[in-house]
């Protein structure tokens, strides 16, 4: 169990829109990801224990399902003034470091993050072609203080079963 759940936006709802900068200054919004069978948006920071433990197992997942017609966003809604460690300076080494390959963004205001109820980091919102939301949960059962391996199953599983038009299970 994450230290904080999700407030559990309600299946069904619509993904809400965004027009956020990513790490090169670049504006991103919903409608990049418009041609993708689904999308993946993932409330992050870099500071995050949960989201260290996770950062190569969300890099591979999103060279995985790249190819696959997924869309993957990371959005940082932490105040980088109170979290240095997450300013959006730092936020374009972490890109580096981590080997991302989506677009990581800033919500400076965090009106995005509160839009989506994102609670905790990572939080993990997946949303079908419709930009329906069919799935938020977690990445996987690993946490830093078990010794279960960093897979990424459970999002992986909901993902599949979008990608395949059967309906992902319940979290």
Known sequence: MALTPSTMLPLGTTAQDFHLPDTNGKTVSLADFKDKAALVVVFMCNHCPYV??????????????????????????????????????????????????????????????????????????????GRRLVYRGQFDASRPSNSISVTGKDLRAAVDAVLAGKPTSEM
């Open 52 to 129: 260290v433990h996770l950062r190569a197992g969300l890099a591979q997942f999103a060279n995985d399902y790249a190819a696959k017609n997924v869309g993957i966003v990371g959005i940082n809604a932490n105040d980088a003034q109170k979290y240095p460690a997450d300013s959006p300076v730092k936020m374009k080494d972490e890109v580096k470091t981590a080997g991302y390959i989506f677009p990581y963004l800033y919500d400076e205001t965090q009106t995005v993050a509160k839009s989506y109820r994102a609670a905790c980091t990572p939080d993990f919102f997946l949303f079908d072609r």
